[in-house]
């Protein structure tokens, strides 16, 4: 069974750091993008930071200079360091991923992980 698990969400003060974690397993042949999503209460979910399969990546107007999006393939991992935190990153947050699997190309979620800054 494919699945994406996240950790290292919690509770930071404002201007701390946070590295959340998100593992994929299961029968897969490969992964192509690799993003980090987030909700808060009453608000959509947005998309805060994307990696390429090649390492390229993109980020959020609100999160750019602060957060910093990576992955280890060897691992099926993708990481999201979070640094200098505001009490507006408060969310749940959601690993996504394009999967090659044995039925083709299938997108996954993780279960989230929630971040709360306190001010």
């Known amino acids: 069974q494919v699945q994406l698990v996240e950790s290292g969400g919690g509770l930071v003060q404002a201007g701390g750091s946070l590295r959340l974690s998100c593992a994929a397993s299961?029968?897969?042949?490969?992964?192509?993008?690799m993003n980090w999503y987030r909700q808060a209460p009453g608000k959509q979910r947005e998309l805060v930071a994307v990696?390429?399969?090649?390492?390229?990546?993109n980020y959020a107007d609100s999160v750019k200079g602060r957060f910093t999006i990576s992955r280890n393939n060897a691992k099926n991992t993708v990481y999201l360091q979070m640094n200098s935190l505001k009490p507006e990153d408060t969310a749940v947050y959601y690993c996504?991923?394009?999967?090659?699997?044995?039925?083709?190309?299938?997108?996954?979620w993780g279960q989230g992980t929630q971040v709360t800054v306190s001010s």
């Open positions: 990696i390429t399969s090649g390492g390229s990546t």
């Open positions: 996504n991923a394009e999967l090659i699997v044995t039925l083709g190309l299938r997108n996954y």
């Open positions: 299961g029968s897969i042949f490969s992964i192509n993008a």
